[in-house]
């Protein structure tokens, strides 16, 4: 099998970098335009083989000489067997050398990463403002691992002295062996070897050989029987070229050789040595280069780095990267800044080592600490730029690394730093930088949840990005800022604020309005055809209240008819539909086919929630024949997945139309393409898709009473979403899981099984603040307990969950108000009320902790539950000190729920505990006067604040309660007189808004 080889110009690939192209055989069609992009930015060699493997042996002794494999990333390399996959590429992380996936095809990132780990990759296809652009990081990465001429002819100039190995090219095997045994030699190590490694003869093959002589102190010859072969190269030019030239010959036998045989073909050729005895080989070659000063720059750190360098990238020496490895890192620790960069990119992509971000990172922070040195000291603008991007690329990585805290400092001190030299940098280049540390401000509370915060953040990048589009009116920089645009509407739907979305997105609209009406281009059509999509989906299905009708307002000077905006979210999703079906008239383009099926699709859904089953029909139709065409024409993981959600789509468009043999058909098929995905590549968004089939199909059993197999549907997808839950607790995870349990207890119902239906809204209501593994164990304790007080076995359910109570007991420890409150649940079951009661308010007390620590409405809203559920247990039990404490407890946490989010369906509820505190009050030897009149002034602020009906309520329940107190006190009758007055004029009030409500 032949190793071809293309570099610029057919030139030579002597010397050069060596990139070796490895993929399916499918997808050999990517060679020329991958190569082209490599070759044009790096001078290098790029071998390829267009012919099966027929010796792996030497296929892999090829491969272990690569600097860098470059590996297409498609839909066939990732699903089918190849060479690429199964041999090349685990060879490559296996033996430390750099591997370059580029992305073919869109929708492969979670299918790429279960097949090839936590590798990096680029993606042409992928744009993002917040990123270095393709073209840039992939250049970036080349020259990070591709040594270039200049910086070759350096390390070259750093070699001491220099031999020339002759062999025949059928003992390559053994000139590279005799290499590694010259340099075992440690005063050679800083000798360089001349061969002819990929040499493909040319017409000035001679005068090639004839320049490495000159420079060469020494000829190495590597001897072997294959070198009386008549004629060869060896024997009729390199053997007398070097006689000629005077050069000292080293006559190293490899394989045991006539040496009659070998006079007779080459003249005066010295005794033999035997190459594999160490010490007759370094005594040769320290009488052959006695007269050259080895070694003399030991200490210089720049030095070693060279040779450090030559030896990682097999520059005239063999590749040996434990000896680069000890050089570059004897230069970084000696603060040589290459150096230092050339460690972080070694970790970072596996350059000669195992990959390994964690210490990539440490030498990136010295790396950040000597350009700080250095800037400090030498105040220039060249030196802040090197401390700015160092701080930069520090942060990236802490955030690629989860290091949240860390990435958050590092991008606040890049900010820092580059307001500091603002005055001094380019308009530009000084805005340029702060929107990139704000936008890593923003992927870092992003990521933490922290949605409010991300959000100011990416506001400032954005109007940053409008402040460069405004001095550069170009359509580079408004395809930026609509990117950017796009995506933070993306964030502020993920913060559940709708409106702020709809807002982004109209922002959105108008620049890629502006840029089609500047450039009528397929990209920016689709553009524009993708804001009006999201423009349709955030009206489609967010909450749409008054804040959607004034962002309209501001916008079209009109209010957005709040209660049907259905004319608008069609006409949005028509429009798109349409601006694409035009792109698609003059080109076939794949991710503009994929976007019109999930338009047409979203049209379908829109039709569906108005029950228009004609329209939903068409709609529906014409998105699953885009979805049959796609995975006809190329049958991706994305085409795939694009089919999947139509089947799913279909199916619920005849589940809603009681066509119950076409839904089955239509939830089975997408179970299939689950399946597949699942069978090939387990991601977590498959066994998402797995999980809901099943859910699907029995929710279809369910709708036709076939309870049994209702059962078996919905358990295959809560075994699913257990094991979701216990390797990721995203919020996505939980949702799904309480979903499962939730259509257990119907069923649950539907079977008569009411207690365990009670035990699965138990389950689920504990979900939302635990991970996956404790929600596990409770899902235990409560499945056990249910058993054990029905008295006997569930009959309509096998017992699928475990009993072993001690170990969850052992873990239910770790977070001790859940334990407490179980065996608060526990004691009551029994009737120790006592006990139960001292057990509630230990776990409230230990659930408090998480309170001080989290204080936000969810976790107000379960220490409103603590109370709640202690204070009715006290209550019942005439226990009326506790209920009284805990009445006020639940009343507090009540109003801050309250402050919060001004919600009416607290009002209630507040007004509900001040009754029980005065109901309460003599029971406890409380006066409840005081609490009467603070009863009166909230309910008196809260209705001069909001007239409604619950408002009036409030009042007209204080006021009464209030009145009443003060009849039985000695208070003015002033008082009573205008208190009395107010009350009758609240009951008219309410009276009438009663009557008004009713009609």
């Given amino acids: 099998m032949a190793l071809f080889c293309k570099t610029r110009n057919d030139s030579s690939p002597q010397g050069k970098p060596k990139v070796y192209f490895a993929c399916h055989p499918d997808d050999f069609k990517y060679f020329d335009t991958i190569s082209d992009e490599i070759l044009t930015e790096v001078n290098c060699a790029v071998f390829y083989h267009t012919q099966p493997i027929e010796n792996e042996e030497a296929h892999l002794r090829d491969l272990s000489e690569m600097n860098l494999i470059v590996i297409p990333i498609t839909t066939k390399f990732l699903t089918t067997p190849s060479a690429a996959r199964d041999i090349e590429f685990p060879f490559s992380q296996q033996n430390h050398i750099p591997v370059l996936p580029l992305m073919q095809e869109p929708g492969l990132v979670d299918d790429f990463n279960k097949v090839c780990g936590n590798v990096q990759f680029?993606?042409?296809?992928?744009?993002?403002?917040?990123?270095?652009?393709?073209?840039?990081?992939?250049?970036?990465?080349?020259?990070?691992?591709?040594?270039?001429?200049?910086?070759?002819?350096?390390?070259?100039?750093?070699?001491?002295?220099?031999?020339?190995?002759?062999?025949?090219?059928?003992?390559?095997?053994?000139?590279?062996?005799?290499?590694?045994?010259?340099?075992?030699?440690?005063?050679?190590?800083?000798?360089?070897?001349?061969?002819?490694?990929?040499?493909?003869?040319?017409?000035?093959?001679?005068?090639?050989?004839?320049?490495?002589?000159?420079?060469?102190?020494?000829?190495?010859?590597?001897?072997?029987?294959?070198?009386?072969?008549?004629?060869?190269?060896?024997?009729?030019?390199?053997?007398?070229?070097?006689?000629?030239?005077?050069?000292?010959?080293?006559?190293?036998?490899?394989?045991?050789?006539?040496?009659?045989?070998?006079?007779?073909?080459?003249?005066?050729?010295?005794?033999?040595?035997?190459?594999?005895?160490?010490?007759?080989?370094?005594?040769?070659?320290?009488?052959?280069?006695?007269?050259?000063?080895?070694?003399?720059?030991?200490?210089?750190?720049?030095?070693?780095?060279?040779?450090?360098?030559?030896?990682?990238?097999?520059?005239?020496?063999?590749?040996?990267?434990?000896?680069?490895?000890?050089?570059?890192?004897?230069?970084?620790?000696?603060?040589?800044?290459?150096?230092?960069?050339k460690l972080v990119t070694m970790y970072k992509t596996g350059e000669g080592v195992e990959r390994d971000l964690e210490k990539a990172i440490k030498w990136q922070e010295k790396l950040v600490e000597v350009y700080r040195k250095q800037f400090e000291t030498t105040d220039t603008?060249?030196?802040?730029?090197?401390?700015?991007?160092?701080?930069?690329?520090?942060?990236?990585?802490?955030?690629?690394?989860?290091?949240?805290?860390?990435?958050?400092?590092?991008?606040?001190?890049?900010?820092?730093?580059?307001?500091?030299?603002?005055?001094?940098?380019?308009?530009?280049?000084?805005?340029?930088?702060?929107?990139?540390?704000?936008?890593?401000?923003?992927?870092?509370?992003?990521?933490?949840?922290?949605?409010?915060?991300?959000?100011?953040?990416?506001?400032?990048?954005?109007?940053?990005?409008?402040?460069?589009?405004?001095?550069?009116?170009?359509?580079?920089?408004?395809?930026?800022?609509?990117?950017?645009?796009?995506?933070?509407?993306?964030?502020?739907?993920?913060?559940?604020?709708?409106?702020?979305?709809?807002?982004?997105?109209?922002?959105?609209?108008?620049?890629?309005?502006?840029?089609?009406?500047?450039?009528?281009?397929?990209?920016?059509?689709?553009?524009?055809?993708?804001?009006?999509?999201?423009?349709?989906?955030?009206?489609?299905?967010?909450?749409?209240?008054?804040?959607?009708?004034?962002?309209?307002?501001?916008?079209?000077?009109?209010?957005?008819?709040?209660?049907?905006?259905?004319?608008?979210?069609?006409?949005?999703?028509?429009?798109?539909?349409?601006?694409?079906?035009?792109?698609?008239?003059?080109?076939?383009?794949?991710?503009?086919?994929?976007?019109?099926?999930?338009?047409?699709?979203?049209?379908?859904?829109?039709?569906?929630?108005?029950?228009?089953?004609?329209?939903?029909?068409?709609?529906?139709?014409?998105?699953?024949?885009?979805?049959?065409?796609?995975?006809?024409?190329?049958?991706?993981?994305?085409?795939?997945?694009?089919?999947?959600?139509?089947?799913?789509?279909?199916?619920?468009?005849?589940?809603?139309?009681?066509?119950?043999?076409?839904?089955?058909?239509?939830?089975?098929?997408?179970?299939?393409?689950?399946?597949?995905?699942?069978?090939?590549?387990?991601?977590?968004e498959f066994r998402y898709y797995l999980a809901d089939c099943y859910e699907n199909l029995g929710d279809l059993a369910f709708h036709e009473k076939e309870l049994s197999s209702a059962h078996q549907y919905y358990r295959e997808a809560l075994m699913i979403r257990e094991a979701l839950i216990r390797e990721t607790e995203s919020f996505e995870a939980r949702k799904a899981l309480k979903e499962s349990y939730e259509k257990l207890e119907k069923l649950a119902e539907a079977f008569g099984d009411y207690f365990l239906a009670f035990e699965f809204f138990s389950i689920r209501s504990f979900i939302k603040p635990l991970s996956g593994h404790l929600l596990k164990l409770i899902a235990d304790l409560h499945y056990l307990k249910a058993w054990k007080n029905s008295g006997e076995k569930p009959t309509s359910y096998p017992n699928y969950l475990s009993s072993n109570n001690k170990m969850y007991l052992k873990e239910l420890a770790k977070h001790p108000h859940l334990l407490l409150q179980l065996q608060a649940a526990e004691a009551k079951y029994l009737g120790n009320i006592d006990t139960a009661l001292r057990l509630y308010m230990d776990a409230n007390r230990a659930h408090q902790a998480f309170f001080d620590e989290y204080d936000d409405e969810e976790r107000n809203q379960d220490l409103y539950f603590d109370y709640w559920n202690i204070e009715g247990l006290a209550y019942e039990n005439q226990r009326f000190a506790i209920a009284f404490t805990y009445c006020r407890k639940r009343l507090e946490a009540q109003k801050r729920i309250f402050e919060k989010g001004k919600k009416e369906e607290n009002v209630k509820i507040i007004t509900d505990a001040y009754v029980r505190l005065l109901e309460l009050a003599p029971d406890t030897d409380t006066s409840p006067l005081p609490i009467a009149e603070e009863f009166f002034s909230f309910a008196q602020k809260l209705y001069s604040e909001n007239t409604s009906l619950l408002a009036l309520d409030c009042m007209t329940v204080a006021t009464e309660k209030l009145l009443n107190l003060y009849r039985e006190t000695k208070v003015s009758c002033f008082k009573k007189l205008a208190l009395s007055r107010k009350l009758r004029r609240y009951r008219r009030l309410k009276k009438k808004a009663d009557k008004k409500a009713a009609t």
Wanted: charged share 25%.
């Fill in 122 to 341: 680029l993606d042409k296809s992928a744009r993002d403002d917040t990123a270095i652009s393709y073209e840039e990081k992939f250049k970036n990465f080349l020259t990070s691992i591709l040594v270039g001429d200049e910086l070759a002819e350096e390390i070259r100039n750093a070699f001491d002295a220099y031999i020339f190995l002759s062999y025949r090219k059928k003992d390559r095997a053994y000139a590279q062996e005799l290499m590694r045994l010259i340099h075992e030699n440690d005063f050679c190590r800083d000798v360089a070897i001349w061969y002819d490694e990929f040499l493909i003869p040319g017409e000035n093959f001679n005068n090639t050989i004839a320049d490495a002589l000159m420079k060469s102190k020494l000829f190495a010859l590597a001897i072997t029987p294959n070198l009386l072969e008549n004629p060869n190269y060896v024997m009729t030019t390199e053997y007398p070229m070097a006689k000629n030239a005077g050069k000292e010959i080293l006559a190293a036998e490899l394989v045991p050789t006539d040496r009659a045989a070998l006079e007779n073909h080459y003249a005066d050729i010295p005794e033999k040595i035997d190459a594999r005895h160490s010490q007759t080989l370094a005594n040769a070659l320290i009488n052959a280069l006695d007269s050259i000063v080895l070694r003399k720059n030991d200490t210089d750190p720049r030095h070693n780095f060279f040779i450090g360098l030559a030896y990682l990238s097999g520059i005239d020496v063999e590749k040996n990267p434990e000896r680069a490895l000890s050089l570059i890192t004897f230069a970084a620790e000696h603060d040589l800044p290459e150096a230092i960069e």
């Fill in 381 to 684: 603008e060249e030196n802040a730029l090197l401390y700015l991007a160092s701080l930069l690329t520090l942060g990236d990585f802490y955030f690629n690394s989860y290091h949240y805290d860390n990435a958050r400092t590092a991008y606040q001190t890049a900010l820092d730093t580059t307001l500091s030299i603002s005055e001094r940098l380019n308009d530009n280049l000084s805005l340029s930088y702060q929107a990139r540390c704000y936008d890593g401000m923003g992927q870092v509370e992003k990521s933490v949840e922290n949605l409010n915060q991300a959000m100011q953040y990416y506001h400032h990048s954005r109007k940053i990005r409008e402040t460069i589009l405004k001095a550069n009116d170009t359509i580079e920089a408004s395809f930026d800022l609509w990117n950017s645009l796009i995506h933070q509407g993306e964030l502020e739907t993920a913060a559940d604020n709708g409106a702020g979305a709809y807002e982004v997105y109209l922002d959105a609209e108008l620049i890629a309005v502006s840029i089609h009406t500047k450039e009528e281009t397929p990209e920016s059509s689709y553009c524009l055809a993708v804001s009006w999509y999201q423009l349709g989906n955030v009206l489609s299905y967010e909450n749409i209240n008054r804040e959607f009708s004034r962002v309209h307002k501001k916008y079209f000077n009109c209010e957005l008819d709040t209660q049907n905006v259905f004319s608008e979210v069609e006409r949005y999703y028509l429009a798109a539909s349409g601006l694409l079906e035009s792109i698609l008239i003059h080109s076939d383009d794949t991710e503009t086919q994929y976007k019109l099926s999930a338009v047409t699709g979203a049209l379908a859904d829109l039709y569906l929630r108005e029950s228009d089953f004609t329209n939903a029909t068409e709609w529906a139709n014409d998105s699953h024949t885009i979805a049959l065409m796609l995975i006809q024409e190329n049958n991706t993981i994305q085409a795939r997945r694009t089919l999947f959600f139509s089947h799913c789509r279909m199916g619920h468009l005849a589940q809603a139309q009681d066509q119950t043999e076409n839904a089955t058909y239509h939830f089975r098929e997408a179970l299939t393409i689950a399946n597949r995905f699942c069978e090939t590549l387990p991601t977590l």
